[in-house]
């Protein structure tokens, strides 16, 4: 296709006619992330979602039902009867490749990299911590009046459900996410 010259007094631009000069919308890096779906209390991935999100909703439904223990979640191996906070979020991560051992939640306040991630966001403050994958928080601490409604108690363990009030936390990514 011709070029075509808009001449203004003093400035010229060009224009190809070809979508030169920008970014292409398919471009997957400027694409938003994909939302996952929670039925009956277990997150889906979508499919669009990169592996390590995909292992990591994957390992959090592991979890899902475990009881709420404080300090659970905080072993070597990660593996536990119960789980509190930022031992649910350690664990989501680690399944995803992305934690090497279990952090509280004053420590996650300088893990990965500053701000709200495409894909996984750890809102965390020096008393709690939860993460928002896809579009879905899991979290230990239901307050909402929807989760009320699907019985889940604050404290009841780590569960899936919809986003809450991040005032008070600082958010933190994984490097790439």
């Known amino acids: 296709m011709a070029a075509c010259v808009l001449a203004l007094p003093g400035l010229a631009f060009a224009q190809t006619g070809n979508g030169s000069g920008g970014v ?35 390992a959090a439904n592991k979890i899902v039902t475990k009881p709420y223990r404080y300090g659970g979640g905080h072993a070597a191996g990660f593996n536990d009867s119960g789980y509190d906070c930022s031992g649910s979020v350690s664990y989501l991560l680690h399944g995803g490749g992305l934690l090497n051992s279990p952090l509280d939640s004053s420590a996650f306040m300088k893990w990965g990299e500053a701000g709200v991630g495409k894909w996984i966001t750890v809102y965390t403050n020096p008393g709690h911590a939860f993460a928002m994958i896809a579009g879905l928080r899991f979290d230990t601490g239901y307050r909402t009046r929807v989760a009320r409604k699907r019985g889940a108690k604050p404290g009841s363990g780590p569960r899936w459900d919809i986003r809450r009030s991040t005032r008070g936390f600082s958010a933190r990514h994984p490097v790439g996410l």
Request: aromatic share 6%; charged share 15%; proline share 20%.
């Open 24 to 58: 292409s919308p398919d471009d997957p890096a400027f694409k938003p992330a994909g939302k996952a779906k929670l039925i009956n209390g277990i997150a889906f991935p979508p499919a669009d979602a990169p592996p390590a999100v995909v292992a990591a909703i994957n």
